[in-house]
């Protein structure tokens, strides 16, 4: 039975769930709808530029590219600054290169302002991971990460019919893609004003929280780094050079992989299987998103009550290869949506348990790195993911190949993430911190 300390410390986080999440949680939407939303521009885009699907694929994944030479940069500046100004600064840049999509003429100019638009985004994953690690206590932070995350399905739920019915949207000399991208990029420029003015930093001030609560939540942060304290802290270098941190990096290199090449490429797989105009395309593209909503929280929520963090962040990711062989096998549209959505939806559900298991080995400012590093080594998934489509689909014709090379990627980082979990799980289970460093 709960003991009075136990329930308040549940009020306070339930009150933080309230007031924080839903606002990061929107603008993750808005911020993973201004990165996938090029999967329905390029159904315009390539007969107007003749951009093959090899262009498309490699010009998709270079705002990953982007992504990996500016997030640690990017991350430390947060550090200095706190998460209001700089990622209020970070939401108008990427919003103001969104709408400035509209310039582009060709592969070229595609992949220059992908680029640009993943460099702007960089600090914005990690820097909320963060500030998770910040305000929520190890043993509550697989579900806050995993509503948060929720926002990539919810961006695709929302955006896709917006995104496909927007293509239709002509006038003023823009064509359909080029008002979608001007229409879906202004939110990150207001939302950024908004974040500047009204986000907390910490706790400390916080001021829905009363003093009471401030003061437990506040002591139980400090005891975990206390904890962290007897962690050594290590050097940039020494934790770039961390085999634990490679190894964190490729299981989520999977997750990447499969969260943008499936993303990326879903309205073309459907719109190529069933021939739907626009609008269709997108209401059928919500179906992966929605279940993928539910297998993240569902799988989340199970982690967290369980403590268990390992076998929450492998089964999910051999499971999510078996449902992209099915669709890479299947013929009928149904199928292959139905496979996809599986693929998709169990990938994405690594995540909540996958930065618990990762945290938890971080403390000081190699939280800050740590983090920073292996979502930027892990985020060029996001370029093989596409990529790796389109080179099979320009080869073939089709998306089989580029569907197996993907669930070989999960495969690889289920099995990694069994080995590497294995410590970290076993203090998981007490809600204490792994008392090891990333370079151990």
């Known amino acids: 039975m709960p003991t009075e300390p136990?329930?308040?410390?549940?009020?306070?986080?339930?009150?933080?769930?309230l007031r924080l999440m839903p606002f990061l949680f929107l603008l993750y939407v808005v911020a993973y709808l201004d990165r996938i939303n090029v999967g329905f521009a390029?159904?315009?885009m390539r007969g107007q530029?003749?951009?093959?699907?090899?262009?498309?694929?490699?010009?998709?994944?270079?705002?990953?590219?982007?992504?990996?030479?500016?997030?640690?940069?990017?991350?430390l500046i947060l550090e200095k600054v706190g998460v209001r100004r700089w990622i209020s600064l970070l939401m108008a840049a990427w919003g103001i290169i969104s709408c400035l999509m509209i310039l582009i003429r060709g592969p070229v100019s595609f992949s220059v302002m992908r680029f640009l638009l993943g460099a702007a985004e960089a600090g914005f994953f990690p820097g909320m991971i963060l500030y998770m690690k910040n305000w929520f206590p190890a043993k509550t932070r697989a579900r806050a990460v995993a509503w948060f995350m929720t926002a990539n399905p919810i961006a695709g739920v929302i955006g896709s019919p917006v995104s496909g019915s927007l293509l239709n949207l002509h006038g003023s000399g823009l064509a359909g893609w080029q008002w979608m991208f001007i229409i879906e990029g202004l939110p990150a420029i207001s939302l950024g004003l908004v974040v500047f003015l009204t986000l907390p930093d910490t706790p400390h001030d916080a001021e829905w929280l009363t003093g009471d609560e401030k003061d437990l939540l506040l002591r139980e942060l400090a005891e975990e780094?206390?904890?962290?304290?007897?962690?050594?802290?290590?050097?940039?270098?020494?934790?770039?050079?961390?085999?634990?941190?490679?190894?964190?990096?490729l299981v989520y290199f999977a997750v990447s992989t499969t969260m943008y090449g499936v993303t990326l490429w879903l309205p073309s797989v459907i719109r190529a299987l069933s021939g739907l105009s626009y609008f269709w395309t997108g209401i059928v593209a919500v179906i992966p998103f929605l279940v993928t909503t539910?297998?993240?929280?569902?799988?989340?929520m199970h982690s967290d009550r369980t403590g268990e963090r390992r076998w929450h962040t492998a089964v999910p990711a051999f499971a999510a290869a078996v449902g992209l062989l099915v669709a890479a096998y299947a013929h009928g549209p149904v199928i292959v949506v139905a496979g996809i959505g599986v693929g998709?939806?169990?990938a994405e559900s690594m995540c909540g348990p996958f930065w618990a298991l990762a945290t938890s080995s971080m403390a000081g400012l190699s939280a800050a790195t740590g983090i920073a590093v292996i979502n930027s080594l892990a985020n060029l998934g996001g370029y093989f993911g596409p990529d790796i489509i389109g080179f099979f689909r320009t080869a073939n014709g089709g998306f089989r190949g580029g569907l197996l090379a993907i669930s070989a990627t999960l495969v690889v980082s289920g099995s990694i993430a069994l080995v590497v979990g294995r410590a970290s799980n076993q203090k998981a289970k007490t809600g204490e911190p792994v008392k090891s460093s990333l370079a151990g």
């Open 6 to 17: 136990d329930r308040t410390e549940s009020g306070v986080v339930s009150r933080m769930m």
């Open 42 to 44: 390029i159904l315009q």
């Open 49 to 75: 530029f003749r951009i093959s699907d090899a262009d498309y694929g490699r010009a998709a994944g270079m705002f990953f590219a982007g992504y990996f030479f500016f997030q640690v940069p990017s991350n």
């Open 225 to 249: 780094k206390r904890s962290e304290a007897l962690v050594p802290q290590q050097s940039f270098w020494r934790i770039l050079l961390s085999p634990k941190l490679w190894l964190l990096s």
């Open 294 to 300: 539910a297998a993240m929280v569902l799988i989340g």
């Open 344 to 346: 998709l939806a169990l």
